[in-house]
Protein backbone atom coordinates (compact mmCIF):
# COMPACT_ATOMS: atom_id res chain seq x y z
CA UNK A 1 0.00 0.00 0.00
CA UNK A 2 2.94 2.41 0.79
CA UNK A 3 4.22 2.05 -2.54
CA UNK A 4 0.92 3.23 -4.23
CA UNK A 5 0.72 5.79 -2.44
CA UNK A 6 4.26 7.08 -3.08
CA UNK A 7 3.22 7.00 -6.52
CA UNK A 8 -0.31 8.75 -6.38
CA UNK A 9 2.55 11.51 -4.96
CA UNK A 10 5.63 10.82 -7.57
CA UNK A 11 2.47 12.29 -9.74
CA UNK A 12 3.41 15.80 -8.30
CA UNK A 13 6.82 15.86 -10.42
CA UNK A 14 4.65 16.94 -13.78
CA UNK A 15 4.08 20.16 -11.72
CA UNK A 16 7.81 20.75 -12.53
CA UNK A 17 6.66 21.13 -16.29
CA UNK A 18 5.11 24.04 -15.22
CA UNK A 19 8.66 25.70 -14.79
CA UNK A 20 9.11 25.98 -18.67
CA UNK A 21 6.22 28.31 -18.70
CA UNK A 22 7.62 30.70 -16.70
CA UNK A 23 10.83 30.65 -18.24
CA UNK A 24 9.76 30.67 -21.72
CA UNK A 25 7.18 32.20 -23.99
CA UNK A 26 4.97 29.12 -24.01
CA UNK A 27 2.65 29.82 -21.44
CA UNK A 28 0.11 27.04 -21.62
CA UNK A 29 2.86 24.88 -19.52
CA UNK A 30 1.93 26.94 -16.38
CA UNK A 31 -0.85 24.84 -16.49
CA UNK A 32 1.12 21.76 -15.24
CA UNK A 33 1.47 23.45 -11.59
CA UNK A 34 -2.24 21.89 -10.91
CA UNK A 35 0.08 18.84 -10.14
CA UNK A 36 1.17 19.64 -7.34
CA UNK A 37 -1.74 18.68 -5.23
CA UNK A 38 -0.75 15.39 -6.03
CA UNK A 39 1.67 15.78 -3.26
CA UNK A 40 -0.75 15.17 -0.83
CA UNK A 41 -0.78 11.70 -1.30
CA UNK A 42 2.48 11.41 0.69
CA UNK A 43 0.82 12.64 3.90
CA UNK A 44 -2.54 10.40 3.43
CA UNK A 45 -3.11 7.61 4.92
CA UNK A 46 -4.00 5.14 2.48
CA UNK A 47 -6.88 2.33 3.02
CA UNK A 48 -8.68 0.50 0.84
CA UNK A 49 -11.48 3.44 0.20
CA UNK A 50 -8.39 5.65 -1.11
CA UNK A 51 -7.01 2.76 -3.40
CA UNK A 52 -10.67 1.77 -4.89
CA UNK A 53 -11.90 5.92 -6.15
CA UNK A 54 -8.42 6.16 -7.14
CA UNK A 55 -8.63 3.15 -9.35
CA UNK A 56 -12.20 4.26 -10.21
CA UNK A 57 -11.06 7.65 -11.42
CA UNK A 58 -7.98 6.27 -13.02
CA UNK A 59 -10.40 3.41 -15.37
CA UNK A 60 -12.73 6.33 -15.76
CA UNK A 61 -10.26 8.93 -16.97
CA UNK A 62 -8.67 6.09 -19.44
CA UNK A 63 -11.92 5.35 -21.27
CA UNK A 64 -12.84 8.86 -21.67
CA UNK A 65 -9.53 9.95 -23.06
CA UNK A 66 -9.30 6.76 -25.64
CA UNK A 67 -13.13 7.74 -26.73
CA UNK A 68 -12.00 10.91 -27.08
CA UNK A 69 -9.04 10.51 -28.70
CA UNK A 70 -11.12 7.93 -31.51
CA UNK A 71 -14.08 11.13 -31.60
CA UNK A 72 -11.19 13.91 -32.09
CA UNK A 73 -9.00 12.21 -34.35
CA UNK A 74 -12.24 10.78 -36.56
CA UNK A 75 -13.42 14.68 -36.28
CA UNK A 76 -10.32 16.15 -37.75
CA UNK A 77 -9.61 13.82 -40.09
CA UNK A 78 -12.80 13.83 -42.01
CA UNK A 79 -14.32 16.92 -41.42
CA UNK A 80 -10.77 18.02 -43.36
CA UNK A 81 -9.59 20.56 -40.88
CA UNK A 82 -6.41 18.47 -40.36
CA UNK A 83 -4.50 15.81 -42.68
CA UNK A 84 -3.97 12.19 -41.17
CA UNK A 85 -1.33 12.80 -39.34
CA UNK A 86 -2.40 16.66 -37.35
CA UNK A 87 -5.65 14.61 -36.84
CA UNK A 88 -3.94 11.91 -34.58
CA UNK A 89 -1.56 14.12 -32.62
CA UNK A 90 -4.63 16.49 -32.12
CA UNK A 91 -6.75 13.63 -31.36
CA UNK A 92 -3.89 12.72 -28.72
CA UNK A 93 -3.37 15.71 -27.21
CA UNK A 94 -7.47 16.15 -26.29
CA UNK A 95 -7.00 12.54 -25.28
CA UNK A 96 -4.44 13.40 -22.61
CA UNK A 97 -6.37 16.71 -21.33
CA UNK A 98 -9.71 15.12 -21.32
CA UNK A 99 -8.29 11.88 -19.23
CA UNK A 100 -6.26 14.07 -16.79
CA UNK A 101 -9.13 16.51 -16.34
CA UNK A 102 -11.21 13.46 -16.09
CA UNK A 103 -8.93 11.90 -13.58
CA UNK A 104 -8.46 15.04 -11.26
CA UNK A 105 -12.37 15.85 -11.43
CA UNK A 106 -13.48 12.48 -10.11
CA UNK A 107 -10.39 11.87 -7.64
CA UNK A 108 -11.41 15.36 -5.75
CA UNK A 109 -15.28 14.12 -5.99
CA UNK A 110 -14.47 10.90 -4.40
CA UNK A 111 -11.99 12.65 -1.95
CA UNK A 112 -15.10 15.26 -1.05
CA UNK A 113 -17.41 12.75 -0.70
CA UNK A 114 -15.17 11.19 1.56
CA UNK A 115 -14.63 13.95 4.08
CA UNK A 116 -18.23 15.20 3.97
CA UNK A 117 -19.03 11.95 5.36
CA UNK A 118 -16.21 11.38 7.84
CA UNK A 119 -17.55 15.21 9.18
CA UNK A 120 -20.89 14.24 9.27
CA UNK A 121 -20.27 11.08 11.23
CA UNK A 122 -21.48 11.43 14.97
CA UNK A 123 -18.26 9.27 16.59
Known sequence: ?????????LMGLLSLL????IFTEA????AFFVFAVDFEYFFIKS????????NKSASRAFYCGMISVA???????????KEE?????TGLASGWAVSVAIYALSTAYYGFKEKWGLENDKE
Do not use: N, P, T
Open 85 to 89: KEALI
Open 71 to 81: LVSFVCFFAGL
Open 1 to 9: MKSKRYLYG
Open 18 to 21: GFIG
Open 47 to 54: DEMLEEYM
Open 27 to 30: KSFL
